[in-house]
């Protein structure tokens, strides 16, 4: 009798180790639907009405941007406290630029996005170079483009700003295809873009199992790549139903591919796992870890200049205030995401949805009409939950 017991056991296995060595990826995207599901019920639907889609993606299209060079930052091994700081001074560079000195919109953005990288660059050198914690560079980073912020506006809010640069984050997709209730344009967007994601995926497994690379098991692969399809064409749906797929979610989802790409795909991004994993190992094997190091803070500040500008033109004016506390939420968004404190560990797609389950979170518990003190204190929690679970489980293993 013991016989088939043994051989029901291996049967059993491939599909409880996946769920093991996968539950945070997995347990991630089963939160972000559960948070979407409560919220939807308290709010009796009105989290997932259009208009309110349509804000959710505005309002947190700055901390999903920034929380993709957030992710490379803490996966080498490092952090950056200044990247709320460098958002207001980006976006008071630009209003200046634009607004005060009358700069057309074009050359405008590309200043920005080099004094962006200028910061980055400052830093990680520092950082890289001198070996300074980047916890001390970033900190002292953060002091000091928040009073710059203060020096170029002169304590003063400046706009607005001119109407095609405000189109960066408040205009919509056009619609050739003239639909009048459905913006059937948006919405075949995103169906194309569902299937792109299937083939590419299908292709992907296909090139593992010819190089006889393990994958995940049959069942895994289809119910989760219906479910990403399903939720795609389901998001453009009710945004297409409102004014269609804002400009700045197409920003979005390229940069997302890139980064994905990047870290998946790319020697660059298998040396900067390798940085975070085990500095000393990568030096020795050959990789520069100091420039790699670097770089890491370059693309931070420039994405960090992206998110200042797409944050200025949905205000339409450049504060003093801007980015305050923007930080926490882009490193909370990683870790909640599954990135490691200690380095080495961190996905796009687990910073993406790290970045929606805090941004749900806000706009879910402001909708119920949750004050700031409390809102503040549940998402402290949730952060401490995050990286509690990520030490217990290198404990465990």
């Given at each position: 009798?013991?016989?088939?017991?043994?051989?029901?056991?291996?049967?059993?296995?491939?599909?409880?180790?996946?769920?093991?060595?996968?539950?945070?990826?997995?347990?991630?995207?089963?939160?972000?639907?559960?948070?979407?599901?409560?919220?939807?019920?308290?709010?009796?639907?009105?989290?997932?009405?259009?208009?309110?889609?349509?804000?959710?993606?505005?309002?947190?299209?700055?901390?999903?941007?920034?929380?993709?060079?957030?992710?490379?930052?803490?996966?080498?091994?490092?952090?950056?406290?200044?990247?709320?700081?460098?958002?207001?001074?980006?976006?008071?560079?630009?209003?200046?630029?634009?607004?005060?000195?009358?700069?057309?919109?074009?050359?405008?953005?590309?200043?920005?996005?080099?004094?962006?990288?200028?910061?980055?660059?400052?830093?990680?050198?520092?950082?890289?170079?001198?070996?300074?914690?980047?916890?001390?560079?970033?900190?002292?980073?953060?002091?000091?483009?928040?009073?710059?912020?203060?020096?170029?506006?002169?304590?003063?809010?400046?706009?607005?700003?001119?109407?095609?640069?405000?189109?960066?984050?408040?205009?919509?997709?056009?619609?050739?295809?003239?639909?009048?209730?459905?913006?059937?344009?948006?919405?075949?967007?995103?169906?194309?873009?569902?299937?792109?994601?299937?083939?590419?995926?299908?292709?992907?497994?296909?090139?593992?199992?010819?190089?006889?690379?393990?994958?995940?098991?049959?069942?895994?692969?289809?119910?989760?790549?219906?479910?990403?399809?399903?939720?795609?064409?389901?998001?453009?749906?009710?945004?297409?139903?409102?004014k269609g797929l804002p400009n700045?979610?197409?920003?979005?989802?390229?940069?997302?591919?890139?980064?994905?790409?990047?870290?998946?795909?790319?020697?660059?991004?298998?040396?900067?796992?390798?940085?975070?994993?085990?500095?000393?190992?990568?030096?020795?094997?050959?990789?520069?870890?100091?420039?790699?190091?670097?770089?890491?803070?370059?693309?931070?500040?420039?994405?960090?200049?992206?998110?200042?500008?797409?944050?200025?033109?949905?205000?339409?004016?450049?504060?003093?205030?801007?980015?305050?506390?923007?930080e926490l939420d882009v490193i909370?968004?990683?870790?909640?995401?599954?990135?490691?404190?200690?380095?080495?560990?961190?996905?796009?797609?687990?910073?993406?949805?790290?970045?929606?389950?805090?941004?749900?979170?806000?706009?879910?518990?402001?909708?119920?009409?949750?004050?700031?003190?409390?809102?503040?204190?549940?998402?402290?929690?949730?952060?401490?939950?995050?990286?509690?679970?990520?030490?217990?489980?290198?404990?465990?293993?």
């Amino acid at each position: 009798m013991a016989e088939p017991t043994a051989s029901a056991a291996p049967a059993a296995h491939p599909y409880a180790g996946f769920l093991k060595n996968n539950l945070r990826e997995y347990g991630m995207l089963m939160s972000l639907v559960a948070i979407m599901a409560f919220f939807q019920y308290m709010t009796d639907g009105t989290l997932l009405q259009p208009l309110n889609l349509t804000n959710l993606v505005l309002q947190n299209s700055y901390i999903i941007i920034m929380a993709l060079g957030m992710l490379l930052v803490i996966v080498a091994g490092h952090i950056d406290l200044s990247v709320g700081s460098v958002v207001g001074f980006v976006g008071a560079l630009a209003a200046v630029l634009m607004v005060q000195f009358g700069w057309h919109f074009v050359p405008a953005t590309l200043a920005c996005l080099l004094a962006g990288a200028a910061i980055g660059a400052a830093q990680g050198w520092f950082v890289a170079f001198f070996r300074i914690p980047s916890f001390i560079v970033t900190l002292a980073g953060m002091l000091v483009f928040k009073g710059l912020s203060l020096a170029l506006l002169q304590g003063q809010s400046v706009g607005p700003f001119p109407p095609n640069f405000q189109l960066l984050s408040s205009g919509f997709i056009p619609d050739p295809l003239g639909g009048e209730a459905l913006r059937t344009t948006s919405l075949l967007a995103g169906i194309v873009v569902a299937l792109a994601l299937m083939v590419a995926k299908v292709r992907e497994r296909a090139n593992q199992a010819r190089h006889g690379m393990e994958s995940e098991p049959y069942p895994f692969f289809v119910g989760k790549n219906l479910v990403f399809m399903a939720i795609i064409v389901a998001f453009c749906w009710k945004l297409a139903s409102y004014k269609g797929l804002p400009n700045v979610l197409i920003v979005m989802t390229l940069l997302m591919l890139l980064y994905d790409f990047v870290t998946t795909r790319t020697t660059v991004g298998r040396r900067i796992y390798a940085l975070g994993g085990n500095e000393k190992a990568a030096r020795l094997s050959g990789v520069k870890t100091q420039w790699l190091s670097f770089w890491t803070f370059v693309n931070m500040g420039v994405l960090a200049g992206i998110a200042g500008m797409v944050f200025a033109a949905r205000l339409n004016t450049a504060t003093p205030k801007a980015g305050t506390g923007f930080e926490l939420d882009v490193i909370a968004a990683c870790f909640i995401g599954g990135a490691s404190a200690s380095g080495g560990v961190g996905k796009v797609l687990g910073a993406v949805i790290g970045a929606f389950i805090m941004g749900v979170m806000n706009n879910g518990m402001s909708i119920l009409g949750i004050g700031i003190d409390y809102q503040q204190v549940i998402k402290g929690l949730v952060l401490l939950a995050a990286v509690f679970v990520d030490v217990y489980n290198k404990r465990k293993s």
